[in-house]
């Protein structure tokens, strides 16, 4: 059983950066998959970022540029830098692995971004 726990969401001003992270209780460089979700109110889920086994990252077309995720193998930990914020950014942020394919997810962290 795979868990997941986000942290770091908050309430930042337009143009602030916040650093979320994701923990995990096993060992994430074996896991196949781990990413980012948002869902803002209102709205459907959408996918914000992703980083392989290997190391490769994509991130959506939206947040391109502002937001890059990244990994400490060490620590279990995976986080999403995420500068320039806009209020169009306030949802909660999801985390997601997927490990021998099955997907788990965090129970999320909300970041609000207002002025």
């Known amino acids: 059983q795979v868990q997941l726990v986000e942290s770091g969401g908050g309430s930042v001003r337009p143009g602030g950066s916040l650093r979320l992270s994701c923990a995990a209780s096993?060992?994430?460089?074996?896991?196949?998959?781990m990413a980012w979700h948002r869902q803002a109110p209102g709205k459907q889920r959408e996918w914000v970022a992703i980083i392989t086994r290997d190391g490769t990252t994509n991130h959506a077309d939206s947040i391109k540029g502002r937001f890059t995720i990244s990994r400490d193998n060490a620590k279990n930990t995976v986080y999403l830098q995420m500068n320039s914020l806009q209020p169009e950014d306030t949802a909660v942020y999801y985390c997601?692995?997927?490990?021998?394919?099955?997907?788990?997810w965090g129970k999320g962290t909300l970041v609000t971004v207002s002025s």
């Open positions: 096993g060992t994430i460089s074996s896991y196949s998959i």
């Open positions: 997601r692995a997927v490990y021998y394919g099955t997907t788990y």
